[in-house]
């Protein structure tokens, strides 16, 4: 089992809808948890670090369930704009090494 | 305010040719990174710097030195380029460690043939 893993997609989904996607990770010690974005042939970004109560910026809704050990991702009203590869990152035991998801490819269609 | 920049953006190389990705940053960030992308794979880490002067390995350093120029400057060296070797690799910043935001550079594409 990869020690983070994400549907790969992609997600097709009209504008305007909700999609979700989550990302599992193995490690149960993992403390630091992340959303990052990824537009083609771009370099990753921050969308949003993920808190133990969840945290929402905007149409961004983003969960931790350390029971489950799964992180989730929640768009509201999605826009074309928001057309990217998603990936998640979950520290390790190290405090300098995260490990990434290979990520979930989002498509918005008019 | 450029961030952290690479270069070169591009690069092919010979199997057993070496080179030196270069990376810095203007942001005085403690921490830097080198990862390496390849299709259907997350992001792997090749080395990382935790501070000026330290140098550590990721999970996949073989094949590969870095050198910590001073706070600024991290550099990637390939010292006989490989096939396997053909990826993105990307330089990462953070203020301190994984706790922190990463901050990416805009990537080199090399190829080895």
């Known amino acids: 089992r990869k020690e983070v893993e994400q549907d790969p997609g992609p997600f097709n989904v009209p504008e305007g809808a909700t999609v979700a996607f989550n990302c599992t990770y193995s490690?149960?010690?993992?403390?630091?948890f992340f959303w990052y974005r990824q537009d083609c042939r771009k370099e990753p970004k921050l969308l949003m670090s993920v808190y133990s109560s969840g945290n929402e910026d905007g149409r961004f809704t983003a969960q931790l369930n350390r029971a489950s050990q799964y992180i989730s991702l929640l768009i509201r009203d999605s826009k074309l704009s928001d057309s990217a590869t998603y990936l998640c990152?979950?520290?390790?035991?190290?405090?300098?090494?995260?490990?990434w998801g290979a990520g979930t490819k989002l498509i918005i269609k008019p | 305010n450029a961030g952290v920049t690479q270069t070169p953006k591009f690069q092919v190389l010979k199997t057993g040719q070496s080179m030196t990705l270069q990376c810095a940053q203007d942001?005085?960030?403690?921490?830097m990174y080198w990862y390496r992308q390849d299709p259907g794979m997350g992001l792997r880490l090749i080395y990382y710097?935790?501070?000026?002067?330290?140098?550590d390995k990721g999970e996949v350093p073989n094949g590969y030195n870095v050198s910590r120029l001073n706070k600024r400057e991290f550099s990637l060296r390939l010292e006989s380029a490989a096939p396997s070797q053909t990826s993105v690799y990307f330089c990462a910043i953070s203020q301190a460690g994984t706790t922190d935001t990463q901050y990416f550079g805009p990537g080199t594409r090399l190829t080895v043939l």
């Open positions: 490690n149960s010690a993992s403390q630091s």
């Open positions: 942001m005085n960030h403690n921490s």
């Open positions: 990152a979950v520290n390790t035991k190290s405090n300098y090494q995260l490990i």
């Open positions: 710097s935790a501070s000026e002067g330290t140098t």
